[in-house]
């Protein structure tokens, strides 16, 4: 790609961009949220056209104006979004959109078989029978790619992929991976884990702002460097805790059970609490019990036994407005389902859930010169990257929405506070941004339980960690005297000794 720029209204998204990919390379892509990754990635699949510059394919320019055009000239492109139709099946997902001389149905067994020999070649396991609705998320990746794969790419787009995985599935993506730069087949990743990066790439290109900060050999990187270099100043990859004086306890769980979605029990008698100025932090892998448990918590789920208590009220059942006006504050795992509203503005969605009460209105009038002052405040601290506060929420680019949801939560001084995957998808400016404030709101005395897959993440903010198994709390151990392969243990499923 030579030169490409592209411009949206009020944003020079990428600024004469020259990027390069080899035959048989894992190029990553690095930056932080909104220096223009997807839009770059996105004109190259064929969704964008850039205003200027060049494509060029093996040495020869091409036009790409479709994602049809792309997958014809052999780039595949998985979004960190999926999208498989939930309702068919492996192989129907896959030879959708095929061109097919017998029909669709006749072409299935050939699909299914090719699809067995892709699975074989590059480790993908997945079912080819199997609907798609009832597969986990990483195997819907695995879907994704046996998909592109499927169609002749060449080169593969992966957008954030590691953002969806449990550590396991993560590293069974790297060994596919592998396998495939080893067959020739060029990569670019995306992901804002500077470990990941450092372990399955090649060379890594770093862009500030649309524009490309440096090409280096990942061999020659280190993690400071790369933060630096995508920063532009030092990043603090610790936080500092000072102790605190604990208080009452604010939230108490008392034997809580129930269901998942697929019915069967997902939360098997959980008993915790979590006193004031605490930060319980909750490890597992996830799908064992952590979102019900969340959800339970802020009002989502109801469970089947068991109760929640918020400041010593039994808050079991409320509705999520009225543990709200309580003190609840809830940052959802899901916060692209459960956080925004796409069409709102950005404005609008950082008092979503405030604007009827004061100081935002009074009585049915709203106080628009109130709303805009906190608004623009909020974009300030957490670092919003957006045209104005009244841009639409869908134009942010994917890390820029998450911080919505955060500053709009952790901005309530919540005496309870329930953050799940606080910094999934949020680079490390923010990352480092939202740590100081999770251990400020410590300092201020309110209770927070922290649901993370991240164990570094538990390990530097938590001051009692309680690892999840099978909808059980299998042990809970202090930050003093957890280690990683103790939790890893407690996460398989072995009882604390
Ligand atoms: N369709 C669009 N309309 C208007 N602005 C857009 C659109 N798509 C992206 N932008 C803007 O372009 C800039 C770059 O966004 P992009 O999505 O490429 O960032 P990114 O590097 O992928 O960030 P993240 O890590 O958060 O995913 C952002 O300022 C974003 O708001
Ligand atoms: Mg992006």
Redesign the pocket.
């Known amino acids: 790609m030579r030169g490409i720029v ?1 411009r ?7 600024d004469r961009i020259d990027f390069d990919v080899r035959a048989g390379e894992i190029h990553a ?1 690095l ?12 004109i190259l699949y064929g969704l ?1 056209r850039p205003d200027q510059g060049q494509i060029l394919l093996n040495g020869r320019a091409v036009a790409i104006h479709s994602p049809a055009d792309a997958i014809r000239l052999g780039i595949g492109m998985i979004h ?1 979004h999926f999208m498989l139709v939930p309702t068919l099946s492996v192989a129907e997902n896959v030879a959708l959109g095929l061109p097919s001389s017998r029909g669709f149905l006749l072409d299935l067994d050939v699909v299914t078989r090719r699809i067995r020999e892709l699975s074989n070649v590059y480790g993908l396991r997945v079912d080819p029978t199997a609907m798609v609705w009832q597969l986990a998320v990483g195997e819907q990746q695995r879907v994704e790619i046996l998909k592109a794969l499927y169609r002749g790419a060449d080169l593969l787009i992966l ?2 992929p590691t953002a969806v995985l449990t550590p396991q599935e993560v590293r069974e993506l790297f060994a596919t991976l592998r396998r495939m730069a080893g067959e020739g087949h060029s990569l670019i990743f ?1 992901s ?1 884990k500077l470990h990941e990066v450092l372990s399955i790439s090649d060379r890594v290109t770093v ?1 500030r702002d ?1 524009r490309v900060v440096k090409t280096l050999p990942t061999s020659e990187a280190t993690r400071e460097e790369l933060a630096r270099l995508m920063v532009g100043r030092e990043v603090l990859l610790r936080v500092e805790r000072s102790p605190v004086e604990l208080g009452d306890v604010r939230l108490s769980l008392k034997d809580l059970w129930a269901h998942g979605d697929k019915g069967v029990p997902a939360l098997r008698g959980v008993t915790l609490a979590v006193r004031a100025g605490e930060i319980l932090g909750i490890a597992g892998v996830s799908g064992n019990g952590q979102r019900e448990l969340a959800e339970v918590i802020a009002g989502l789920r109801t469970p089947s036994q068991g109760q929640v208590e918020i400041d010593g009220m039994d808050t079991t059942g409320w509705s999520p407005e009225r543990l709200l006006k309580h003190g609840l504050a809830y940052i959802p795992e899901e916060r692209m389902r459960d956080g925004v509203v796409r069409d709102f503005s950005v404005e609008e969605n950082l008092i979503l859930k405030d604007h009827v009460d004061r100081p935002f209105a009074s009585g049915i009038f709203m106080n628009f010169g109130t709303i805009a002052s906190y608004a623009d405040r909020l974009i300030e601290n957490f670092d919003i ?3 104005s506060r009244d ?2 929420l ?9 911080k919505i949801v955060l500053a709009r939560e952790l901005s309530r001084e919540p005496r309870v506070l329930v953050a799940a995957q606080p910094t999934r ?3 490390i400016s923010a990352t480092e941004y939202i740590h100081q404030r999770l251990i400020a709101q410590r300092a201020k005395g309110t209770a927070t339980l922290l649901i993370s897959e991240d164990l570094d993440e538990i390990l530097n903010l938590s001051d009692r960690i309680a690892v999840m198994y099978e909808g059980q709390i299998v042990g809970v151990v202090d930050q003093r005297e957890a280690t990683v392969e103790q939790l890893g243990l407690m996460m398989a499923g072995a009882h604390k000794v």
């Open positions: 592209k949206f209204p009020g944003v020079l998204a990428n892509l930056g932080e949220n909104g220096a223009g990754k997807t839009t770059l990635m996105n964008y960190q957008d954030e995306i804002h862009l649309g990257r957006t045209p841009a639409p869908k134009n942010l680019s994917g890390g820029n929405i998450q998808g949020v680079d």
